[in-house]
């Protein structure tokens, strides 16, 4: 009967042309706190009391992101990753967070995490284990989707280690229908493109689209610069593939922001806020909210750059220019006028030659070509805007490996007229 009513579910969700999953959620890319690229998998707390993954260390962030200001600008979402669960179902088949590193249980977690008023997100793995050997949920679908339910989860991240790869593309709409079927409505973060990248297969951007809110589709971030190039590389690289599948409710995921961590430096992490930012990127920050440096956190709580993540169309940007290891890239937002949009442009060196690199390109030549021309903002600068049009030039000095970032907004030709009817 469940079989039958997935099978009529898939068929139904096919029939209706390009739509996103139907949940209402993530209208714009979720944002908030997840534990994994900094925390990781560590789980003795005699050891490390404060860094290991446990109750305390999610309402100790949970507290920060509200303290700290992080809730007021968008980072709404308190994220647990792998490593929270007991190795053992319980007596019922259930899934059970370690007893002593979570002593009062998952719901009692979220209920705390939504008195901040955040939303909570776990995290399972749609194989046999997780990733890092917890039990996964392949044979219990039904039961752990309705368990999330009952504990209140905002958000499911659901893994693919010790899965079979031609099972994904059934298996996690199936596991999607379950969580639908719940009544409650959580986020669908899927994971099952890296899977099929790393074995060279292209997803299925289409089924993606209907059926997660968000997809990881490559690999895993690590703290480094190094890492953060690989990933932009791919998505570079496979714009045209994966660009079109994002949109309000469905977003592709370069992986978390790294931050505050140690792998950055300072115009790194300007680089990747503004790259996410162009790439309509969920935003998890993944980092000690007890000891961030203020620069850090400057560069996460940019509201002029989340503004640029968050824009209402939800129009994914692409790499136009790639000269010299200079690379140009821009992001169509609003306003919008005719078939006129406003622009997010990020200029990204990856020049390692230790001065600050010019650069001269018309604007025309990147795709602005509105006559009147636009306000350009620096969002790492002040709120100066200056008119520049079509011919003018993008005249600016890059940092080695770092960006300048820039939001130029439509101009109207003609003063627009109340229609009087
Ligand atoms: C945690 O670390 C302590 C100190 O090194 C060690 O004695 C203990 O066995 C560890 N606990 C676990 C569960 O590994
Ligand atoms: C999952 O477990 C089943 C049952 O033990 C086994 O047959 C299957 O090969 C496992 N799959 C993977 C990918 O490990
Ligand atoms: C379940 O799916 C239907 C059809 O797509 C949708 O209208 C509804 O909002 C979904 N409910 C939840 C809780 O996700
Ligand atoms: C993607 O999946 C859909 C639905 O199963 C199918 O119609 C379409 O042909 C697939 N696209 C590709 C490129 O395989
Ligand atoms: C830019 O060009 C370089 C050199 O051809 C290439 O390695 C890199 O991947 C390109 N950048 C992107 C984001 O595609």
């Not at 989707?145 to 280690?161: I, P």
């Not at 136009?320 to 169509?332: D, G, L, P």
């Amino acid at each position: 009967m469940q079989q039958i009513a997935f099978a009529a579910f898939v068929a139904l969700s096919i029939a209706g042309v390009v739509s996103g999953l139907d949940n209402g959620l993530s209208l714009t890319p979720p944002m908030g706190w997840l534990a994994w690229e900094r925390f990781r998998c560590i789980t003795n707390c005699t050891l490390y009391p404060d860094d290991c993954i446990s109750d305390k260390l999610f309402r100790t962030m949970a507290d920060l992101l509200v303290s700290q200001g992080y809730a007021a600008v968008g980072y709404d979402y308190i994220n647990i990753d792998d490593c929270w669960l007991s190795k053992e179902r319980d007596a019922n088949g259930r899934l059970q967070a370690d007893p002593e590193r979570f002593p009062y249980g998952i719901k009692d977690l979220a209920a705390y995490v939504h008195s901040k008023g955040l939303k909570f997100g776990i995290y399972e793995d749609f194989g046999n284990f997780t990733c890092a050997g917890y039990p996964g949920v392949i044979d219990n679908l039904k039961l752990d989707a309705e368990t999330f339910a009952s504990w209140d989860v905002d958000y499911v991240k659901l893994d693919g280690c010790y899965a079979e790869l031609v099972d994904m593309e059934t298996g996690y709409p199936e596991f999607g229908f379950h969580m639908n079927q719940t009544g409650r409505p959580m986020v669908y973060s899927c994971s099952w493109p890296a899977y099929q990248t790393e074995k060279g297969i292209d997803p299925n951007y289409t089924v993606l689209a209907q059926h997660c809110n968000l997809w990881r589709n490559y690999d895993d971030i690590q703290d480094s610069y190094a890492s953060l190039r690989h990933i932009l590389d791919y998505f570079g690289q496979k714009q045209d593939d994966m660009g079109p599948f994002a949109g309000p409710g469905h977003w592709n995921d370069p992986d978390m922001l790294l931050i505050g961590n140690y792998g950055l430096s300072l115009d790194q992490s300007k680089l990747q806020m503004a790259l996410w930012a162009i790439l309509a990127a969920p935003l998890f920050m993944s980092t000690d909210l007890r000891t961030i440096r203020p620069e850090h956190k400057e560069i996460l709580q940019n509201t002029r750059i989340i503004a640029i993540d968050q824009d209402p169309l939800g129009i994914q940007g692409r790499i136009v220019y790639n000269v010299s290891k200079i690379e140009i890239w821009t992001r169509k937002i609003t306003p919008v006028e005719g078939d006129q949009y406003s622009f997010a442009i990020a200029v990204a060196s990856r020049r390692d030659d230790g001065y600050p690199y010019r650069i001269q390109v018309p604007l025309k030549d990147i795709g602005l070509t509105n006559p009147a021309g636009y306000m350009v903002q620096d969002l790492y600068g002040d709120e100066t805007e200056t008119l520049l049009v079509p011919e003018s030039l993008i005249d600016v000095r890059v940092n080695p490996s770092g960006t300048v970032f820039w939001r130029a907004n439509i101009v109207v030709s003609t003063p627009s007229v109340t229609k009087i009817k």
